[in-house]
């Protein structure tokens, strides 16, 4: 197992963190991603998850003129995000706990 | 359009063409800011695009599966999109592999170095083209007009630089000049194609230069002809002329003592073409050789006029000839009569 399998359960979440920090845009994101150490996260996926997440009604977009280059799409969380951040959230961490405590039983026995 | 944009325009091109079973609206919506990213990507990383993000075509998967648009609504050419993407992955992989030993990253890295090499050739052939559809007999490898090889030079330089500056320019927005750029470098990839199979097959029966002069192939071996007499006595300075008068011309002097033949014949011809048969009359296959004190007979021997008798019959020698078929006699020779 290798964290990307590990990533594309928990990629959406990682994104709804990031975006509940400030707003991005879709480069903006993905740095920001790999800085917090998800070093192997994929481009695509990152675009991808953003799209799914503002067609599901979770992100608002906006755009702002960029000085040099085109204009950068912006997202942000709305009320629906934040909702959905905080339900799995707190899954995540109930899960998290959940391994955690099978792997310190496990590994002490091992 | 620079290097690095053209990738990005080929790249977001594949990333699209894999999304092609989408609806135009979604598919606008997943690669909407993807120039954009791609330009930073490239900016910031060394390496091509396809070495730092992978294929295009799993690209567009990782964000069609990343999305949830799955497969979407698939068109009926969708298998036959899915087929090619696959395709051209497996031609990127293989371009890759290839590239490895030639010590590129891709063998369309190396071909891409050659590109300049090809445009002085295009000017080359173009040249060519000019000089194929102007002349009037055959060419050479070196262009020439009118048999002009200084403004055939020329030329090929002008249309070489000409092609450079083509190559160097950078490709306008309109489709339509790049389909015709195209339409020419095919016609003339095709015109040196032809041209290189021509030079191989001339190769093969460039005999030699008195090859077009012979009647025919079949008398190509022939180098001289020797003319015997009823007598069995060789003829010298024999004529030969077809039903036209036009002078039958076989072989070539290529004895050792040409020279004495030369100057042998009173009539001084520089050509020694032009002087009669045999050319080398030490190399009669049969019987002895003429005397030669024989003066040359006229030299219009026109057909149907006769020769003064003493001309027209050697004189005879002491030794008997040892022509088997036709024993030569010391009967005196048939005398002719004039025909009007």
């Known amino acids: 197992m290798d964290t990307t399998q590990l990533l594309k359960g928990v990629l959406d979440l990682a994104v709804l963190a990031v975006l509940r920090e400030e707003d991005g845009y879709g480069y903006d994101i993905l740095r920001r991603l790999r800085d917090a150490g998800l070093a192997e996260v994929g481009d695509a996926s990152v675009y991808g998850t953003l799209r799914r997440l503002f067609a599901a009604g979770l992100l608002t977009t906006y755009v702002v003129p960029s000085e040099s280059g085109p204009h950068r799409k912006y997202y942000s969380l709305n009320a629906a995000g934040r909702d959905q951040f905080a339900r799995s959230g707190k899954l995540w961490r109930s899960f998290a706990t959940t391994m955690d405590t099978l792997l310190d039983d496990r590994g002490r026995a091992a | ?340």
Not at chain 2, 45 to 61: C, D, F, K, N, Q
């Open chain 2, 1 to 340: 359009m620079t290097v690095t944009e053209q990738e990005i325009a080929g790249y977001v091109a594949r990333v699209r063409g894999a999304l092609n079973d989408l609806p135009p609206s979604i598919r606008d919506e997943l690669t909407e800011d993807l120039p954009e990213h791609l330009a930073v990507v490239a900016v910031e990383s060394g390496g091509t695009l396809v070495e730092r993000l992978g294929e295009p075509e799993a690209y567009a998967v990782e964000l069609r599966i990343a999305a949830g648009v799955g497969a979407g609504r698939r068109p009926v050419t969708g298998e036959l999109t899915a087929f090619v993407n696959r395709v051209h992955a497996r031609l990127n992989t293989l371009d890759r592999q290839l590239g490895r030993p030639l010590g590129y990253p891709t063998v369309r890295a190396f071909l891409h170095l050659l590109i300049p090499g090809w445009w002085i050739l295009r000017g080359y052939l173009a040249a060519m083209l000019l000089t194929f559809l102007s002349a009037d007999d055959g060419f050479g490898l070196l262009p020439r007009f009118d048999d002009n090889l200084q403004l055939g030079l020329m030329v090929l330089v002008a249309l070489v630089v000409a092609s450079v500056m083509l190559g160097r320019r950078e490709p306008g927005p309109r489709t339509w000049p790049r389909h015709l750029l195209l339409l020419g470098n095919l016609l003339l990839v095709g015109f040196g194609l032809v041209g290189l199979v021509q030079l191989e097959n001339r190769h093969g029966n460039d005999d030699g230069y008195y090859a077009p002069i012979s009647v025919d192939s079949r008398y190509d071996h022939i180098r001289d002809v020797f003319v015997y007499d009823t007598e069995g006595q060789l003829v010298d300075y024999a004529r030969l002329f077809d039903q036209n008068g036009d002078p039958i011309r076989l072989g070539y002097p290529d004895c050792d003592d040409v020279r004495d033949v030369i100057s042998r014949d009173e009539v001084g011809s520089a050509n020694p073409l032009l002087r009669g048969y045999p050319y080398c009359p030490e190399a009669a296959p049969f019987g002895p050789r003429p005397t030669t004190d024989a003066s040359p007979p006229d030299l219009p021997a026109p057909p149907g006029t006769v020769q003064p008798e003493s001309a027209a019959t050697p004189t005879v020698p002491e030794t008997s000839p040892t022509v088997p078929e036709a024993p030569p006699t010391s009967a005196p020779a048939p005398s002719v009569t004039p025909t009007g």
